[in-house]
């Protein structure tokens, strides 16, 4: 068995039985009118039920999420996504005054910004965001 369901399964029981012991510590304690007599029911019940259910939080966020089959053989490898990896505008770049970027205009880091000025003759290091041409 893969440790990715042994994780999961885990996770799924010990995260039930916490639910389980907090809900018998909950209705034990909810039977006895003084404080003495409530806590052999936290001890026992309801603080291990908490820590099991923070334990069963744990092994399911450790678990891998789950992935699509492998491709089937002979289908071929899986076509790219359509357009560029990186936004494509026809401007010149841009920078902010004191900035020691060149971006894109289309760049969400200056895109709206009033105070983005053309870059001009400046050296400037390209964002690593938008990545402008040289």
Do not use: K, N
């Amino acid at each position: 068995m893969p440790t990715s369901r042994l994780l999961w399964w885990g996770g799924i029981v010990a995260a039930a039985a916490g639910a389980v012991l907090c809900a018998a510590g909950w209705y034990g304690v909810s039977g006895e009118r003084f404080a003495e007599r409530q806590l052999p029911y936290l001890a026992s019940c309801t603080v291990p039920g908490a820590a099991l259910v923070v334990a069963g939080a744990v092994l399911l966020g450790a678990a891998p999420a789950r992935r699509p089959p492998p491709e089937a053989e002979g289908a071929g490898p899986a076509e790219p996504p359509a357009g560029p990896a990186h936004p494509v505008s026809g401007g010149p770049p841009l920078r902010v005054p004191g900035g020691t970027l060149a971006h894109r205009p289309d760049c969400p880091l200056v895109a709206g910004r009033a105070d983005a000025v053309p870059a001009g003759d400046a050296r400037l290091d390209p964002c690593p965001v938008c990545e402008p041409e040289s």
